[in-house]
């Protein structure tokens, strides 16, 4: 079954580029001009993905982003201007996947798109337990690899690609130091731009849903001026 894109952008030609690049390469395209009906078609037409624009008439990308969270884990990748640094951050804090920032290349695109969409793939994996799953047991924390699930308690953690996959990551080599560009590297997977402060926002959020006191980590820690480790 194709994949189902929705392209929430206000500028028509690149929405009409957007599109086109996309049916190329094999996916179904949904599109909206404004952030109203791009929240309308998001909620009711369930894609599998979002590329969602941050300047919208009427309510923007943030807001966008923020709605569509409240109701689902669709990734959502926000394409921002490249001079609106501070953009990434707050969308990545509203619940964005990833971002893209432009002008961007084609190459780049299919890439992030790629990337963010084996999160639907994992999403179609049964629930049911098998023996031999790979798990990582930590404390009151449950990393189950192969069901991409984390539990806490008992109870499933909400929890994006992203925030599993650096915790798989630091979570497998427990005590090892890693540096901010060395998770972007293995955890982002692939030929990053961004920039080390996604690595940080994702680890604050990782640990608004794993820690008793995201303060006083006791899982993800801080090695100042080096990385973060995760503490087994
Ligand atoms: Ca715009």
Excluded at 133 to 159: A, F, H, P
Excluded at 212 to 223: A, F, H, Q, R
Aim: proline share 4%; charged share 30%.
């Amino acid at each position: 079954m194709n994949r189902t894109i929705l392209v929430i952008e206000d500028e028509q030609n690149i929405n009409d580029i957007l599109t086109f690049t996309l049916g190329n390469e094999g996916y179904n395209t949904l599109s909206a001009l404004d952030g109203i009906t791009g929240l309308e078609m998001a909620l009711t037409q369930n894609p599998d993905l979002i590329l969602l624009d941050v300047m919208l008439p009427g309510i923007d990308g943030y807001e966008v982003c923020r709605k569509v969270r409240e109701h689902s884990n669709v990734p959502i990748i926000m394409l921002t201007a490249r001079e609106d640094e501070v953009d990434k951050v707050v969308g990545l804090e509203l619940g964005a996947d990833d971002y893209i920032t432009k002008p961007y290349s084609n190459r780049e695109l299919s890439a992030r798109i790629k990337a963010n969409l084996r999160r639907s793939a994992f999403d179609n994996v049964p629930s049911q337990p098998t023996e031999e799953q790979d798990t990582i047991v930590s404390g009151d924390l449950v990393i189950n690899v192969d069901r991409y699930e984390v539990s806490k308690n008992g109870e499933v953690i909400d929890i994006t690609l992203r925030e599993f996959e650096l915790l798989k990551f630091l979570a497998m080599q427990p005590d090892k130091i890693f540096s901010r560009e060395k998770l972007l590297e293995n955890v982002w997977g692939y030929e990053y731009y961004g920039d080390v402060r996604t690595v940080d926002v994702t680890v604050r959020r990782l640990r608004e849903k794993i820690e008793d006191d995201p303060s006083m980590p006791k899982y993800i820690i801080t090695k100042r001026g080096v990385g973060y480790y995760f503490n087994k």
